[in-house]
């Protein structure tokens, strides 16, 4: 079965720090990768996606992640983060015909 | 200007009663879905649509019946709500390519509480 896991429910940095958010998927088959963030009170928001080609994807607002087929993970990395990137992270694994998978989302904290 | 819009923001219902929930999408996609968020579930999958046909539904309960009256519409309706029912409830669209039908866009969604 399909699955993802965001192991850190919640992860704590200093303002300017860099940042690495974990995810690791479980799927057989070629997957499609994303990174979603949810601000307060909002919906939520494509950060990346990452499809096939080059594992090193860039997003918005200076995010990055990288495809790793040997260890199965698809982690999110910054490298100076500010205290607006305070939010909650999302990691959604991609099967094919409309099926997403979420993962149970990291909560990030930007401490001045 | 929100590509995808939800109505009300904020609506609060007693238990029992029956409550509409609004989504239009104006990005020209051809999915539509319902997603639920709330302190027991990060994110819970409901319904998803696909010019105007349901694909997929993964809700176990009938009180919830989504509708799609117009192509870019998909609205939600819940009977007999229950103090359980409180959540956020969000809408969604993808657009039936190669590599994007999983891409998802968001609505900001409507937080349903049920007294």
């Known amino acids: 079965a399909q699955s993802v896991t965001q192991p850190d429910a919640r992860v704590t940095v200093s303002e300017g720090a860099s940042l690495q958010l974990r995810c690791k998927y479980s799927?057989?088959?070629?997957?499609?990768l994303f990174w979603y963030v949810q601000y307060p009170r909002q919906g939520l928001q494509l950060l990346l996606k990452?499809?096939?080609?080059?594992?090193v994807v860039q997003g918005v607002n200076g995010f990055e992640a990288e495809f790793s087929k040997s260890n199965s993970s698809f982690h999110l990395r910054k490298a100076s983060v500010h205290w607006s990137d305070s939010a909650v992270y999302f990691c959604?694994?991609?099967?094919?015909?409309?099926?997403?998978?979420f993962g149970s989302g990291t909560r990030l904290l930007v401490s001045p | 200007d929100p590509k995808i819009i939800q109505k009300p923001k904020y609506l609060v219902a007693v238990t029992g009663s029956e409550k509409i929930l609004i989504c239009e999408q104006y990005?020209?996609?051809?999915?539509m879905y319902w997603y639920r968020q709330s302190a027991k579930k990060p994110l819970e999958f409901m319904f998803s649509?696909?010019?105007?046909?349901?694909?997929d539904n993964q809700t176990a309960s009938s009180r919830f019946q989504p509708q799609s009256s117009k192509k870019n519409h998909l609205d939600l309706q819940i009977t007999a709500l229950k103090p359980d029912d409180s959540a956020t409830y969000f809408c969604?669209?993808?657009?039936?390519?190669?590599?994007?039908?999983?891409?998802?866009?968001f609505g900001s969604g409507t937080r349903l509480t049920v007294l």
């Open positions: 990452y499809y096939s080609g080059d594992p």
């Open positions: 969604a669209s993808s657009q039936e390519r190669t590599g994007d039908a999983e891409t998802l866009y």
């Open positions: 799927y057989s088959g070629t997957p499609y």
């Open positions: 990005l020209g996609h051809n999915a």
């Open positions: 649509y696909s010019y105007q046909k349901l694909m």
């Open positions: 959604v694994l991609g099967t094919g015909g409309y099926k997403v998978v």
